[in-house]
């Protein structure tokens, strides 16, 4: 007789009381017996009645074992709040700077957050940034074109230098580029801005112009080089002819400053203004066409409020080591920081001006840096918009740094 699925497991219960109480002789001869009747292999027989039938899986996840969450939903919040004020940076960049960040931040009263959330986010990893900030994350993808069309006069006369042999240890050497508002269309006129970025300390300077003649690319970097917090030393630049020229050429010869260029074709060269040109410009301006002078005004009162944003209150890490085994290659950072600090740091630049730079400090709010900057952008957005151009769909991700 060929017994049911329900019979099995009523004649299973009923011999795991016995088997439980039986000697190892008698556990046998009940395992023999239940393989007979059943036809069960004899091993799965032993389980059956060693642990009972098997639980179906119950659709809801079983409560977390151990304890509980260090970092829990205020830490989260918060955490996410400053992220968006940040520009949405990395963890590791992130984290280091969060012990100086939420004091001011609750200064200001940008950020509610007890003692307790305040020391968790002071002592929270890159990592755990990460890792809590994952669900939220969303990534930009955007390209350009490039508009750098070379210059063939005074090459000779201006030395190449890579980023490798640049002396990044010392505040002045800057590295200066421009980048096109041309929304991927080449012909006519449009903007530029020209981005200036220190090597040793990344403090970065943006003015845009109204197109790329060498005489607004020269006033543009003459206003900038004046209002740096150092002096500049040293100039390198791509081989654009708005740089390759006598009048930038004749600068620096007479304020004693190392003009240098880069090799044609090699954007690494010139590595440290090509990444503020994506992380400064491209993340806050966009890829529009922007080709009134309406639009530069507006870009470069953006640009007065992103000076402080981003020198101040944007933290970056800076390469200390590269090692090559074979086809490995394992590269070590330092601890990030603002290039204020890391001026502040640097014995070369004289008390005064680190004075002055602490006085700026200490009257920056950065939230409210942020939302100035983002009514800025929305205003440029709908100039853009009323231009007459292909109608664009608003995207949130490009239009705001989302402050919740």
């Known amino acids: 007789m060929r017994l049911t699925l329900k019979q099995k497991q009523a004649v299973t219960r009923k011999l795991r009381k016995k088997y439980e109480q039986a000697s190892k002789t008698q556990k046998g001869e009940i395992i023999d017996w239940l393989v007979e009747l059943a036809g069960y292999n004899r091993k799965y027989a032993a389980t059956l009645l060693r642990n009972g039938q098997k639980k179906k899986k119950s659709s809801k996840p079983k409560p977390r074992k151990g304890r509980p969450p260090t970092y829990d939903e205020d830490v989260f919040l918060a955490l996410r709040r400053i992220w968006f004020m940040e520009g949405c940076i990395c963890g590791k960049r992130l984290a280091p700077f969060l012990e100086e960040l939420v004091p001011v931040l609750k200064r200001y009263g940008e950020i509610d957050v007890t003692d307790e959330v ?101 006033n543009a970097l003459e206003k900038i080089t004046q209002r740096l917090p150092f002096e500049v030393k040293g100039i390198d630049s791509d081989n654009g002819a708005e740089f390759i020229n006598h009048h930038l050429l004749n600068y620096c010869t007479e304020n004693d400053i190392i003009f ?59 390469l200390v080591e590269k090692t ?10 330092d601890k990030a920081k603002t290039p204020y600090r890391r ?62």
């Open 260 to 318: 240098t260029r880069s090799r044609p074709y090699r954007k690494n060269d010139n590595c440290y203004v090509e990444q503020k040109n994506w992380s400064v410009v491209r993340k806050v301006v966009g890829y529009y066409r922007h080709d009134t002078d309406q639009e530069r005004i507006i870009i470069n009162k953006i640009y007065e409020l992103l000076r402080p944003y981003t020198n101040y209150f944007q933290p970056s890490m800076k």
């Open 118 to 218: 305040e020391k968790k986010l002071a002592d929270i990893s890159a990592a755990t940034v990460d890792r809590l900030l994952k669900p939220v994350k969303d990534t930009l993808n955007f390209t350009g074109r490039s508009s750098t069309k070379p210059g063939t006069l005074l090459k000779d006369e201006i030395p190449i230098k890579t980023f490798s042999e640049w002396d990044d240890t010392k505040p002045g050497h800057v590295e200066i580029d421009l980048v096109a508002h041309c929304g991927g269309n080449l012909s006519g006129e449009f903007a530029y801005t020209l981005d200036v970025t220190d090597v040793a300390t990344g403090w970065t300077e943006t003015k845009a112009v109204k197109n790329k003649a060498r005489v607004w690319v020269f």
């Open 343 to 404: 001026l502040l740091a640097d014995g070369s630049i004289s008390q005064s001006s680190k004075d002055r730079l602490k006085e700026e400090y200490d009257s920056l709010n950065p939230a409210k840096l942020n939302r100035e900057i983002e009514s800025l952008r929305k205003e440029l957005y709908q100039v853009y918009r009323r231009k007459g151009n292909e109608t664009v769909e608003e995207n949130e991700e490009d239009l705001e740094y989302i402050l919740l």
């Open 324 to 333: 090559r085994e074979g086809a490995k290659v394992t590269k070590t950072y």
